[in-house]
Protein backbone atom coordinates (compact mmCIF):
# COMPACT_ATOMS: atom_id res chain seq x y z
CA UNK A 1 0.00 0.00 0.00
CA UNK A 2 1.30 3.81 -1.15
CA UNK A 3 -0.11 6.58 -1.01
CA UNK A 4 2.28 9.95 -1.96
CA UNK A 5 0.66 12.96 -2.10
CA UNK A 6 2.17 16.48 -3.68
CA UNK A 7 1.45 19.98 -4.66
CA UNK A 8 0.81 21.80 -1.27
CA UNK A 9 2.42 25.31 -0.27
CA UNK A 10 1.39 28.59 0.65
CA UNK A 11 -0.74 30.51 -1.36
CA UNK A 12 -2.89 33.66 -0.73
CA UNK A 13 -6.30 34.05 -0.49
CA UNK A 14 -7.90 33.59 -3.86
CA UNK A 15 -5.12 31.67 -5.48
CA UNK A 16 -5.19 28.06 -6.70
CA UNK A 17 -3.02 24.70 -6.11
CA UNK A 18 -3.18 21.19 -8.04
CA UNK A 19 -2.41 18.94 -5.39
CA UNK A 20 -1.45 15.16 -6.99
CA UNK A 21 -1.46 11.82 -5.60
CA UNK A 22 0.34 8.24 -6.42
CA UNK A 23 -1.28 5.70 -5.18
CA UNK A 24 -0.06 1.80 -5.51
CA UNK A 25 -2.28 -0.21 -8.17
CA UNK A 26 -3.86 -2.52 -5.11
CA UNK A 27 -5.74 0.29 -3.69
CA UNK A 28 -6.51 2.10 -7.07
CA UNK A 29 -8.28 -0.60 -8.71
CA UNK A 30 -10.67 0.58 -5.86
CA UNK A 31 -13.83 2.23 -7.34
CA UNK A 32 -14.13 5.33 -5.28
CA UNK A 33 -10.88 7.30 -4.43
CA UNK A 34 -11.52 10.43 -2.23
CA UNK A 35 -9.65 13.75 -0.84
CA UNK A 36 -9.65 14.42 2.76
CA UNK A 37 -8.43 17.42 4.97
CA UNK A 38 -7.45 17.39 8.36
CA UNK A 39 -6.90 20.91 9.94
CA UNK A 40 -5.41 21.32 13.34
CA UNK A 41 -7.28 20.01 16.11
CA UNK A 42 -10.18 19.03 14.07
CA UNK A 43 -11.02 15.09 12.63
CA UNK A 44 -10.55 14.16 9.35
CA UNK A 45 -13.08 14.87 6.82
CA UNK A 46 -14.02 13.86 3.53
CA UNK A 47 -13.37 16.96 0.61
CA UNK A 48 -14.34 14.80 -2.83
CA UNK A 49 -14.63 11.58 -4.57
CA UNK A 50 -14.04 10.18 -7.85
CA UNK A 51 -15.22 7.02 -9.20
CA UNK A 52 -13.27 4.86 -11.84
CA UNK A 53 -15.87 6.18 -14.48
CA UNK A 54 -14.81 9.58 -13.57
CA UNK A 55 -18.38 10.43 -11.44
CA UNK A 56 -17.61 13.13 -8.78
CA UNK A 57 -18.84 14.53 -5.70
CA UNK A 58 -17.64 17.67 -3.50
CA UNK A 59 -18.33 18.71 0.41
CA UNK A 60 -20.64 21.38 -0.02
CA UNK A 61 -17.43 23.90 1.58
CA UNK A 62 -15.24 23.43 -1.57
CA UNK A 63 -18.21 22.63 -4.49
CA UNK A 64 -17.94 24.95 -7.51
CA UNK A 65 -13.91 25.65 -6.22
CA UNK A 66 -12.74 22.21 -6.39
CA UNK A 67 -12.28 19.70 -8.85
CA UNK A 68 -10.84 15.70 -8.67
CA UNK A 69 -9.40 14.07 -11.90
CA UNK A 70 -7.94 10.87 -11.63
CA UNK A 71 -5.71 9.33 -14.35
CA UNK A 72 -5.83 5.48 -14.19
CA UNK A 73 -3.14 4.94 -16.57
CA UNK A 74 -0.96 7.07 -13.91
CA UNK A 75 -2.63 5.18 -11.03
CA UNK A 76 -3.10 9.02 -9.87
CA UNK A 77 -5.75 11.31 -8.77
CA UNK A 78 -5.87 15.46 -8.82
CA UNK A 79 -7.37 17.98 -7.17
CA UNK A 80 -7.32 21.39 -8.67
CA UNK A 81 -7.88 24.13 -5.63
CA UNK A 82 -9.59 27.32 -7.12
CA UNK A 83 -10.35 30.27 -5.00
CA UNK A 84 -9.16 29.13 -1.95
CA UNK A 85 -10.10 30.85 1.77
CA UNK A 86 -7.96 30.82 4.64
CA UNK A 87 -10.32 28.00 5.99
CA UNK A 88 -8.81 25.61 3.01
CA UNK A 89 -5.73 25.78 5.37
CA UNK A 90 -5.06 21.81 6.43
CA UNK A 91 -3.02 18.83 5.59
CA UNK A 92 -4.92 16.89 2.04
CA UNK A 93 -4.84 13.32 1.94
CA UNK A 94 -6.05 10.69 -0.40
CA UNK A 95 -7.25 7.51 -0.04
CA UNK A 96 -9.92 4.97 -0.87
CA UNK A 97 -13.53 6.26 0.02
CA UNK A 98 -15.16 5.46 3.31
CA UNK A 99 -17.46 7.42 4.89
CA UNK A 100 -15.73 6.64 8.19
CA UNK A 101 -12.36 7.73 7.70
CA UNK A 102 -11.00 6.75 11.02
CA UNK A 103 -11.49 3.39 9.77
CA UNK A 104 -8.96 3.28 7.48
CA UNK A 105 -5.24 2.14 8.85
CA UNK A 106 -2.96 3.36 5.80
CA UNK A 107 -2.14 6.80 5.18
CA UNK A 108 0.31 8.37 3.10
CA UNK A 109 1.92 11.38 4.59
CA UNK A 110 -0.27 14.58 3.33
CA UNK A 111 0.45 17.78 1.88
CA UNK A 112 0.41 21.03 3.60
CA UNK A 113 -1.62 23.54 2.26
CA UNK A 114 -1.54 27.14 3.76
CA UNK A 115 -3.78 30.16 2.53
CA UNK A 116 -2.77 33.25 3.88
CA UNK A 117 -5.49 36.47 4.39
Known amino acids: VQLVESGGGVVQAGGSLRLSCAAS????????MGWYRQSLGEQRELVAT???????NYANSVKGRFTISRDNAKNTIYLQMDSLKPEDTAVYYC????????????WGQGTQVTVSS
Open 95 to 106: NRYTASPATLSY
Open 25 to 32: GTIFSVAI
Open 50 to 56: ITSRGNT
